[in-house]
């Protein structure tokens, strides 16, 4: 990647104030660059499949949803967990933490991934984002010295 702007990001709870955030995300966006990571608690779920034991509005996932159409954002799939918030009771669950990525990263960083990680000090589950192509360079090479006395060694070699 080039220039590149990852945003560690902690949604608003409130109503009136999350379109000012998308605006704000998206006028943030008019820089010139083309490689952007938003990460974090979002705050909002894009679907009614992201909730379970509460609440789901379907208005506040809409300009969740029209925000990340409009910066033309990719979301990173996330394995593991298929909630990242669970409440104190253990009985509500929602997907509020997420990696949002411009088309561009997307496209630059093959091999790109996102997992949670195990829930043990807050009520979200942390996320991680990897890069699952790593290039060591080429394999070494590993010779046993029993295949030295294999009759037909020194004819292959």
């Not at 008019?30 to 789901?56: L, P, S, T």
């Not at 029209?66 to 409440?87: H, V």
């Amino acid at each position: 990647m080039a220039d590149s702007i990852i945003l560690n990001i902690y949604g608003p709870h409130n109503d009136q104030l999350k379109q000012k955030f998308w605006d704000s995300l998206d006028n943030i966006m008019q820089v010139d660059i083309d490689d952007w990571v938003f990460c974090g608690d979002f705050n909002e779920v894009r679907r009614r499949a992201e909730r379970k034991n509460c609440e789901f509005i379907e208005s506040r996932a809409k300009m969740f949803n029209d925000f990340i159409d409009k910066a033309n954002l990719i979301e990173i799939p996330l394995g593991g967990m298929k909630f990242t918030r669970i409440s104190d009771d253990g009985l509500k669950y929602s997907k509020l933490d997420r990696f949002l990525v411009s088309e561009a990263c997307y496209a630059s960083w093959d091999g790109i991934s996102a997992c949670t990680l195990d829930r043990d000090y807050s009520d979200h589950c942390p996320i991680v984002l990897k890069d699952m192509n790593n290039d060591f360079g080429p394999k070494p090479l590993r010779i046993f010295n029993n295949w030295f006395e294999e009759d037909k060694c020194d004819d292959l070699i």
